[in-house]
């Protein structure tokens, strides 16, 4: 009996360790396949505005009129990015820890020449920075891109609009310095 019980537990440990080893197989439905999506892993996770200032000391002021709201972080990327609606645009604003000036706007287009377009930091200093409008297919796009060099900060912020055409980033100070955040650097002193 004992040799029976000894046999029968061997098995079932066997039959375990063999069933571990499996890799389950991926479902990829036939759209994702033909669309070349199969097996690409979306780096960006749903978080909260005060998360992202957890991990930056920073925040994002949300412009007022905006919808639809989301914010997401992206640990590989070291990126935080804000989505919304506004004024029949999509709007991507995004905060990555840099060193150097870089083009962190995921955008993808045959830019041209950048025109010069500004932000005042909380000190009242100008950064400068680069924008590039233009046609899109169906649509416009725009791309603006600043250094905070005084906080190792990136900043990007892009829009595209099948509603008409974009020429200004209205919302950016408001959106990257915004008054919460002064009113919290000021306290601190």
Do not use: H
């Amino acid at each position: 009996m004992k040799k029976f019980m000894v046999m029968l537990l061997s098995l079932l440990m066997v039959l375990s360790l063999s069933s571990c080893g499996k890799k389950a197989e991926e479902e990829v439905t036939p759209e994702a396949a033909e669309g070349g999506l199969a097996g690409v892993v979306n780096p960006w996770a749903e978080t909260t505005n005060d998360d992202i200032y957890i991990l930056f000391s920073w925040k994002f002021g949300v412009p007022e009129g905006a919808e639809n709201v989301v914010f997401q972080y992206a640990e590989a990327l070291n990126m935080a990015e804000m989505r919304y609606e506004k004024d029949g645009a999509s709007w991507t604003a995004r905060i990555s820890l840099s060193e150097e000036y870089e083009d962190i706007s995921g955008c993808y287009y045959d830019f041209g020449e950048p025109e010069e377009v500004l932000l005042t930091d909380f000190d009242g200093e100008a950064l400068s920075g680069k924008g590039y409008f233009g046609p899109d297919g169906d649509g416009n796009y725009a791309v603006g891109l600043w250094f905070n060099e005084k906080e190792d900060l990136m900043f990007s912020l892009s829009a595209i609009s099948s509603e008409g055409e974009i020429t200004k980033f209205t919302d950016s100070q408001d959106i990257f310095f915004p008054e919460e955040i002064s009113a919290g650097r000021s306290e601190r002193g």
